[in-house]
């Protein structure tokens, strides 16, 4: 079985300073990780994923997550927060079969 | 490429009617998944259909189904509306049934019952 939590339903940050989201999953095969992002009455937009290779990976926006094995994690982060980052993300396991997990969302909040 | 679409982007029904929903995936694509999004639940998977085959079912009663016709289109159908159906359903298509395959989203159907 395939789950993930994210710690933080809100998270803010003031523009220009580190973003961080967390993300831990728990998966009984090998798991492939998503981040999406969703804007208001919009769908979800695909960050980045890990599914095997490099555990640091880089995806759009300026975005990057690393794979933790030993810390079942797979965490957010981007160097310098823009106001068009505020959105609500969601970490996401797969594995096994074509069905995404999904985490409670964090909603993340920039101070100009 | 075009992407996801779906319609219709808004629906309003009363409790006990039915409701059909349509997503189109992005041409190509031949696995398509959808999910219902609440506030409450969040998001929850509700089955997969790869080549006219459902592949996957999550768990959710029988009044919600679904299926894929030859071109890939999918539709949704749920029977016997509740007020909790309420909610945002997302669809989602991938290039094939892998796990590992990117689900590209559709913007989805908002759905509310009275």
């Known amino acids: 079985a395939q789950s993930v939590t994210q710690l933080g339903s809100h998270v803010s940050v003031s523009e220009g300073a580190l973003v961080l989201l967390r993300c831990n999953y728990s998966s009984s095969v090998p798991p492939y990780l998503f981040w999406y992002v969703q804007y208001p009455n919009q769908g979800l937009q695909l960050l980045l994923k890990y599914t095997t290779g490099a555990t640091l990976v880089k995806g759009i926006n300026g975005f990057e997550a690393e794979f933790k094995k030993s810390e079942t994690s797979f965490h957010l982060t981007k160097p310098s927060a823009h106001m068009s980052d505020a959105a609500e993300y969601f970490c996401a396991v797969s594995g096994g079969a074509n069905n995404l997990f999904f985490g409670t969302g964090t909603r993340l909040t920039v101070i100009p | 490429k075009a992407g996801v679409t779906q319609t219709p982007r808004y629906l309003i029904k009363t409790r006990g009617q039915q409701v059909t929903l349509s997503c189109s995936p992005i041409s190509g694509h031949r696995s398509v998944s959808w999910y219902q999004q609440t506030p409450g639940q969040g998001l929850q998977f509700l089955f997969e259909?790869?080549?006219?085959?459902?592949?996957n079912k999550g768990n959710f009663p029988g009044r919600f189904s679904g299926r894929q016709f030859s071109n890939s289109r999918s539709e949704m159908n749920v029977s016997t509306l509740e007020l909790g159906d309420s909610a945002l359903y997302l669809c989602?298509?991938?290039?094939?049934?892998?796990?590992?395959?990117?689900?590209?989203f559709g913007p989805g159907t908002r759905l509310t019952v009275l």
């Open positions: 989602a298509s991938s290039l094939d049934s892998s796990s590992r395959d990117t689900q590209y």
């Open positions: 259909y790869f080549s006219e085959t459902q592949r």
